[in-house]
């Protein structure tokens, strides 16, 4: 574990089992546990901190079911706890192309890929999502990822629009100071940290700041082990290139709702950890609690401590919107390529973000989503429009090299249980 100092521990990232979910439960009738009840195990184990069995428990799941989004999920948070960041990224990568689409899973795979040192993939990710991600999550992870520029205005709006909360404020102090800008993140850091420990905190901070120190940044803030060797996820466990057919039968099919088991929290990341006898400036004395987590699960509401007045009243202009990517003019535009299927257009919509940003070449190119039924089965086919046939078989081409599933069609050809409703397009 990592320790800010003999009575402060860094919390930062709570992307344990919190950020899961609902647990899996599964109860065996046969001397072979079945993937559910693996799962159940998996989760239990997690909760109890004994990673390697959870992992081992998880892998056991995936392995019997392996198109279980659920499942690649428990055993992606499983990596992430024992610090196998590469196993990690492409477990919650796997999930995602099943069709977990929750912010969660979306947030836990940019931390993992910045673990992992890819962060501009990171930063990308988390762009597309920025309007699902709690503001303060979004911040922190952002300058992990190596855009604290991008967070800082992030933040700092949204105290002025009232979240200011003792997270909010530590993870823009934080931000400030991943920035190069000390004398803004001694000022937001002095609100809640006592004035005899804000000297140490500022010298972690410092430290944390050093260029390679990426992987360091994340261990720390999410408390899970530094330098693990990882070779990858299993080979056995590959998802690989997910069949058309497998897309539409194994996609869509609706998993059973499992038991929830609380987590006493929403899913949120905490702020850097602040010490329990930590009294902000100006307000009220924060409740003690035995965890940090216990302590600001629902933080109070306070007004800007006075000598941080200037800084709520300063203007700081607000995040610039990526520019879209310039359309692609194709004077014969009459194949599509088709990138996955999913139980709800919602998922859908959530999936062709994630198409976007993990493949540059669809950039300009048309969202396509169509219904279909096939084995009696209802579900939402995602598709890019404006390619000609050799275009066409270049992109499935670059999306298979990948691991990924994929394949053309000529749009004057439907594909089989395609809803006779007309084709849904909406542009990028």
């Given at each position: 574990?990592?320790y800010t100092?003999?009575?402060?521990r860094v919390i930062?990232?709570a992307?344990?089992t919190a950020m899961?979910?609902?647990?899996l439960s599964g109860?065996a009738t046969t001397?072979?546990p079945?993937a559910?009840a693996?799962?159940?195990?998996?989760e239990?184990a997690?909760a109890q901190g004994?990673?390697?069995?959870a992992i081992?428990?998880?892998e056991?799941a995936?392995?019997?079911?392996?198109?279980?989004?659920?499942?690649?999920a428990?055993?992606?948070?499983?990596?992430?706890?024992?610090?196998?960041?590469?196993s990690?990224?492409?477990t919650f990568?796997?999930?995602?192309?099943?069709?977990?689409?929750?912010?969660r899973?979306?947030?836990?795979?940019?931390?993992?890929?910045?673990g992992?040192g890819?962060?501009?993939?990171?930063?990308?990710?988390l762009r597309e999502?920025?309007?699902?991600?709690?503001?303060?999550d979004?911040g922190?992870?952002?300058?992990?990822s190596g855009?604290?520029q991008?967070a800082?205005?992030?933040?700092?709006?949204?105290?002025?629009g009232?979240q200011n909360t003792v997270?909010?404020r530590?993870?823009?102090?934080?931000?400030?100071a991943?920035?190069?800008?000390?004398?803004e993140?001694?000022?937001?850091?002095a609100?809640?940290?006592p004035?005899d420990?804000l000297?140490a905190?500022?010298?972690?901070w410092a430290?944390?700041?050093r260029?390679d120190?990426?992987?360091?940044?994340?261990?720390?803030?999410i408390e899970?082990?530094a330098?693990?060797?990882?070779?990858?996820q299993?080979?056995?466990?590959?998802l690989?290139?997910v069949p058309?057919?497998?897309?539409a039968?194994?996609?869509?099919?609706?998993?059973?709702?499992a038991?929830?088991?609380?987590?006493?929290?929403?899913?949120e990341?905490?702020?850097?950890?602040v010490?329990?006898?930590t009294?902000?400036?100006a307000t009220?004395?924060?409740p003690k609690?035995?965890?940090?987590?216990a302590?600001?699960?629902?933080?109070?509401?306070h007004?800007?401590?006075?000598?941080?007045a200037?800084f709520a009243?300063?203007s700081v202009?607000a995040?610039?919107?990526a520019k879209?990517?310039a359309r692609?003019?194709?004077?014969?535009a009459t194949?599509?390529v088709?990138?996955?299927?999913?139980?709800?257009?919602?998922s859908?919509r959530?999936?062709?973000?994630?198409?976007?940003?993990?493949?540059p070449?669809?950039?300009g190119?048309?969202?396509?989503l169509?219904e279909a039924?096939?084995g009696?089965?209802?579900?939402?086919?995602v598709?890019?429009?404006?390619?000609?046939k050799a275009?066409?078989?270049?992109?499935?081409?670059r999306?298979?090299?990948?691991?990924s599933g994929?394949?053309?069609?000529?749009?004057?050809r439907p594909l089989p249980?395609?809803?006779d409703t007309?084709?849904?397009?909406?542009m990028r």
């Amino acid at each position: 574990m990592y320790y800010t100092s003999n009575n402060s521990r860094v919390i930062g990232l709570a992307l344990s089992t919190a950020m899961t979910g609902a647990l899996l439960s599964g109860c065996a009738t046969t001397s072979v546990p079945t993937a559910s009840a693996s799962a159940g195990q998996a989760e239990a184990a997690l909760a109890q901190g004994k990673y390697d069995r959870a992992i081992d428990l998880a892998e056991a799941a995936v392995l019997a079911e392996p198109y279980n989004a659920e499942y690649r999920a428990t055993l992606a948070h499983a990596y992430l706890e024992a610090g196998r960041f590469a196993s990690a990224s492409t477990t919650f990568d796997d999930a995602m192309r099943l069709g977990d689409n929750s912010p969660r899973t979306a947030l836990s795979l940019a931390i993992s890929l910045t673990g992992e040192g890819k962060l501009g993939d990171a930063a990308a990710l988390l762009r597309e999502w920025q309007g699902d991600l709690d503001t303060a999550d979004l911040g922190l992870a952002l300058t992990l990822s190596g855009q604290p520029q991008q967070a800082i205005p992030l933040m700092a709006n949204a105290i002025r629009g009232g979240q200011n909360t003792v997270k909010m404020r530590q993870n823009l102090a934080y931000s400030y100071a991943m920035a190069g800008q000390w004398r803004e993140a001694r000022l937001m850091a002095a609100q809640d940290v006592p004035a005899d420990k804000l000297g140490a905190r500022l010298e972690e901070w410092a430290m944390m700041a050093r260029p390679d120190a990426w992987q360091q940044r994340v261990a720390t803030l999410i408390e899970v082990p530094a330098g693990v060797r990882d070779a990858g996820q299993p080979v056995m466990l590959a998802l690989g290139d997910v069949p058309a057919a497998r897309m539409a039968e194994a996609e869509v099919e609706p998993q059973a709702a499992a038991p929830t088991v609380s987590t006493g929290a929403e899913v949120e990341l905490p702020a850097l950890a602040v010490t329990e006898e930590t009294t902000p400036l100006a307000t009220p004395p924060a409740p003690k609690a035995e965890s940090f987590r216990a302590a600001f699960s629902a933080p109070a509401r306070h007004d800007v401590a006075q000598d941080a007045a200037a800084f709520a009243k300063a203007s700081v202009p607000a995040a610039k919107p990526a520019k879209p990517a310039a359309r692609a003019s194709r004077s014969e535009a009459t194949h599509l390529v088709q990138l996955g299927s999913f139980s709800s257009e919602q998922s859908a919509r959530k999936a062709w973000k994630i198409y976007t940003q993990r493949y540059p070449g669809l950039a300009g190119h048309r969202m396509v989503l169509s219904e279909a039924v096939v084995g009696g089965k209802r579900f939402w086919r995602v598709s890019a429009a404006g390619f000609d046939k050799a275009e066409s078989r270049e992109m499935c081409g670059r999306v298979k090299a990948r691991g990924s599933g994929c394949f053309a069609y000529a749009e004057s050809r439907p594909l089989p249980g395609a809803v006779d409703t007309g084709t849904r397009v909406a542009m990028r």
